[in-house]
């Protein structure tokens, strides 16, 4: 049954997905059909007025595009405005993906929106088609196919099985469709490499402020951990030890029974200062290694964990401590929220960055703004110019990915 629904919602998010792409697409052919009469024009001689209106038309359908693909996946960071001037905006890298974008996307995401739309409408007509089927004269034939005499109700159940047949395409062709809607987009909308410094320099200066204030909500946790915690504490340890001063002379067994109090409120505030400590940098890195600490991770886990540790170099330690920190959050999400049966755990250094991947086969539907751990997690990664992309379609599976420089 948990199956059934999970298809379900799948099914239902990939046609959602469909519809917003049909959305992008039928812009799409507006502005492509407005650039191409603009372009004719100016082999004429006379459009070249136009051309920067149609450039910031196509422009502004790929931002369209370019939101929808980040609300759903990696983000993909828009590049602004076109530059003034048409010879500047005709040798901008961004406008011919663009333009190349737009062209494929008319055409591929109009057809995989029309036929991901169609299979669920036809599904629906002919399954209900029973039920009407006394309203349609015979000699017009069963939906779609007038060729097709329905005189009696046996006759328009086979019209229901057909409709079977359009919901079983649907089911199992729809996330594919989204899938190819969405493949133009994810290939040519991003920047390309190599030309996205200034994007690169907005980037940087956005993670650097995040940089700061995770700092300063690391702080902020530090600093509530101490107080509340081992402060209290420390308060209790005086109290009772001043108690026992008083009492020392007049009870001494009295004396003796406070500082058993004492002593224990000193062990509790030990025991809560080592978890701060642990907080800040967990020393079993530096015990084990990451891969030694991630074992640990993975062994306390309650969900069946598979860990997968590549590194034959150490990062830095900052780096190694925030892959700590993404894989004990992501483990304790998939224990929290996922259902799932199996989590696989996968660390890899490749070409000087870390990678690393935290896969459930749980239900799905993670969402950052639910939470703060994995809105933490973004943060801290991205402190260090790494990447975080969280992948968690309803129905699942869940798969997070972090990259990280390795800093050494
Ligand atoms: N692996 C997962 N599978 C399914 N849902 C998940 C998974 N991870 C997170 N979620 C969902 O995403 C939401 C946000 O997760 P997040 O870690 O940010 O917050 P949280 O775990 O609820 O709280 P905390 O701030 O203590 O981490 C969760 O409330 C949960 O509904
Ligand atoms: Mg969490």
Redesign the pocket.
Known sequence: MAYVWRRIRVVVDAIERLVGGLGTAVLALGALLWALIVAVACLAGVGLLAAPGALRAVRAVADRERARLSRRGTPIPAPGPVPLGLRAAVRDPFVRRDLGWVTLHAITGLLSGLVGLALPLYALQDITFPLWYRLVPPEDGAPGMGWWRIESLSEAFVVGLVGLGWLAAAVGFSPALARVQEWPGRWLLPPPPGVDLSLRVAALTATRAAALDAHAVELRRIERSLHDGTQNRLVAVNVLLGAARRAVRRNPERADEILGQAQDAAEQALGELRTVVRGILPPVLDDRGLAGALAGLAGSCAVPCRLEVDVAVRCAASVEATAYFVVA??L???V?????SQVDVTVRREQGRLLVT?R?D????????????????RRRVEAYDGRMTLT?PPG?P?R?HVELPCGS
Not at 336 to 340: M, N, P, T
Not at 362 to 377: M, N
């Open positions: 959050e992501g304790t999400n998939v929290r929220h996922s259902g799932a935290v459930d749980g239900h799905g539907d993670a969402d950052e703004a639910r939470g703060s751990g994995l809105t933490g997690i968690s699942g869940t997070m």
